[in-house]
Structure formats: structure tokens, C-alpha cells
């Protein structure tokens, strides 16, 4: 079955960057796009971005003012999100997502989410 | 970008009960309208993709409709498992937005 394995929570501090991982199993990675999702407290769904995970190519939302990174490591299956500068406002759970198909980016399998503090 | 918006915020509802959640776009967005649902503490769950379509393993009693720019998530006979929040998401173009959320909680 297929599987979306993120790594463990991060507490950062102001100014800082961190890196999340998600580690797909289960289907060909590179068949299918890789979203990144996040949510802060008590708040709705924010998409971040997505990647080609045969290609490398991505697409980032506006609003990061280059502060998002998305990259892969094929041989390994993961897909990584780096987020730099931190602000207090970017603490939020992150979530990697995998798209249904070819056709539609609907989420159809998620990873358990990352959760992201930052402060001073 | 497209904006999303969702009606109403959120619903207070009994078990048994028949409930609509409406989502509507900006833009025409075609078929391209994704419904979840979400559980304080999880990670969102895709119920309905390109706005009619079940994804497999979620129960018959939800259902989607609509094109275009307006849509509608129906479920049928709520179940205590069903408390919980809904989005809607396009995925017409990127960026991809959602909703802001309906949350459905017991009456």
C-alpha cells in the first residue's frame, strides 16, 4: 500500500530554515506529483507547492518570496520541502501529499504531517 | 489564482440527518473540484475528486455534485463518524487553492 513517511517534528528559531521529509513507498515515485500542504493551528489548508518527482521540476506558490525549496532524492524515494527565514507565522503542521493521477491533483494519499514551531 | 469559498463556516446537525456543504469558485473550474474531509489531529481525506467521482473506500453516503463554478458535497444519513471538517480544493490550475473549511459538528 502505498505510504508517505515524513520526518519528526521540528522547533526552530526565528531567521532559521529547516528541512522536512517524506519518504513514499508503495508506487513508482517518479509517476506521480508530490504536493506540499500545510496547516497552521486551528486554521484551514495552504498549499506550499509541488514537485515532478521524475523531472526535479517544481512549482511553488507566490507568497514564499523564494523561501520554499523543493527538491528529491530518487534513489531514496523522498521528497524534501525547505522552508527558510522562519517567521512565528509559518508554525504549522506540513504535509506531504501525492496526486490521484496524471490528470487531476486531487490528494489522494497523505503523509502524517510535520509539525513545525517556530519562536524565539 | 482561483478563490475558493465555502458555505456555511460551519453546521450543527443529529445523527440521521441530511447534510449540504456548497463550495463554489471564483472562475469556471470545470470538473476539477476535490472534497475532504479532516479529524482533529490526521492528515485530510480525499472523499470525492473531479466533483462526482467516490474515491474508493469512502461510503456511499457521501456523494458530490456540480460544475463549473458552483458545487455541493451531500451526506446522506450522517454518521457519528462523520463529525468532522470539510474542504473543497481545486485542482483546475495551479496554484492549487482549497476552501476554508465547513465544520460539522453534533447538534
Known amino acids: 500500500q502505498v505510504q508517505l513517511e515524513q520526518s519528526g517534528p521540528e522547533v526552530k528559531k526565528p531567521g532559521a530554515s529547516v528541512k522536512v521529509s517524506c519518504k513514499a513507498s508503495?508506487?513508482?515515485?517518479?509517476?506521480?506529483?508530490l504536493h506540499w500542504v500545510r496547516q497552521a493551528p486551528g486554521q484551514g489548508l495552504e498549499w506550499l507547492g509541488r514537485?515532478?518527482?521524475?523531472?526535479?521540476?517544481?512549482y511553488n506558490a507566490q507568497g514564499f518570496f523564494g523561501r520554499v525549496l523543493m527538491t528529491r532524492d530518487t534513489s531514496l524515494t523522498t521528497a524534501y520541502l525547505e522552508l527558510s527565514g522562519l517567521k512565528s507565522d509559518d508554525t504549522a503542521v506540513y504535509y506531504c501529499?501525492?496526486?490521484?493521477?496524471?490528470?487531476?491533483?486531487?490528494?489522494?494519499?497523505w503523509g502524517q504531517g510535520t509539525l513545525v514551531s517556530v519562536s524565539s | 489564482d482561483i478563490h475558493m469559498t465555502q458555505s456555511p463556516s460551519s453546521l450543527s446537525a443529529f445523527v440521521g440527518d441530511r447534510v449540504t456543504i456548497t463550495c463554489r469558485a471564483s472562475?469556471?473550474?470545470?470538473?476539477?473540484l476535490n472534497w475532504y474531509q479532516q479529524k482533529p489531529g490526521k492528515a485530510p481525506r480525499l472523499l470525492i475528486y473531479?466533483?462526482?467521482n467516490l474515491q474508493s473506500g469512502v461510503p456511499s453516503r457521501f456523494s458530490g455534485s456540480g460544475s463549473g463554478t458552483d458545487f455541493s458535497l451531500t451526506i446522506s444519513g450522517l454518521q457519528p463518524e462523520d463529525f468532522a471538517t470539510y474542504f473543497c480544493?481545486?485542482?483546475?490550475?495551479?496554484?492549487?487553492?482549497f476552501g476554508p473549511g465547513t465544520k460539522v459538528d453534533v447538534k
Open positions: 501529499a501525492r496526486d490521484l493521477n496524471s490528470d487531476n491533483s486531487a490528494l489522494e494519499d
Open positions: 508503495g508506487y513508482t515515485f517518479t509517476a506521480y506529483y
Open positions: 514537485i515532478n518527482p521524475n523531472s526535479g521540476g517544481t
Open positions: 472562475q469556471t473550474i470545470s470538473h476539477f
Open positions: 473531479a466533483a462526482t
Open positions: 480544493q481545486q485542482s483546475y490550475r495551479v496554484p492549487v487553492t
